[in-house]
């Protein structure tokens, strides 16, 4: 009776066994599946591009990139601004083409497009420098909108740099006179 509980023991502990060794070799059959399978994809990977090489050119736009293109400025009228922190600015505008400016900043000539506003400010900006031109009366400023700072400001040309005449007459300061002299 012994001979058999030993028996019967061996076959249940045998038969733990595989079935513990079971989920690790099928872990591993299914490691290497993956594994083949992540090889045949690098390899129709790496053909891939070689089917590329023979395919044919892209035909590019006929019109330049009108923001990374340095702007014409033959025949442009020019102005000068001088902001603070002795910053300068040169605008080329053509009379002919109100909805672009070229703007000259740190030895480099952009070309900014319109943007409409409800305020009457003009507005131009180049979107792949992040730069924008504002321009009001009184002054011109220059920001960066990729970084959100300023440039320049108080930007004047030489029409806004007059000093302001009083339109006005100027008020009396009511200088009292000492009586009977």
Known sequence: MSLSKLALACSV????MTLALAPASY????????????AKAAKAKAKAPAKAKHAKPVAMPAEPNEEAD?????????TEFNCELGNKITIYSNASDDSHIALRWQKRLHR????????????FENRLYGLIWIGI???GMLLDSKQNRQLANECKDAEQAKPTLA???????G???????
Not at 13 to 16: N, Q, Y
Not at 27 to 38: G, L, S, V
Not at 175 to 181: H, N, Q
């Open 137 to 139: 009366p009184a002054k």
């Open 167 to 173: 339109t006005e007459a100027p008020v009396s300061l």
């Open 27 to 38: 872990a591993a059959t299914e490691t290497n599946a993956t594994a083949k399978a992540k």
């Open 13 to 16: 502990a045998l038969g733990a």
């Open 70 to 78: 340095e702007p014409d400025t033959t025949g442009s009228a020019t």
């Open 175 to 181: 200088v009292i006179k000492p009586a009977g002299g």
């Open 112 to 123: 900014l497009s319109r943007v409409g506003t409800t305020t009457g400010a003009h507005r």
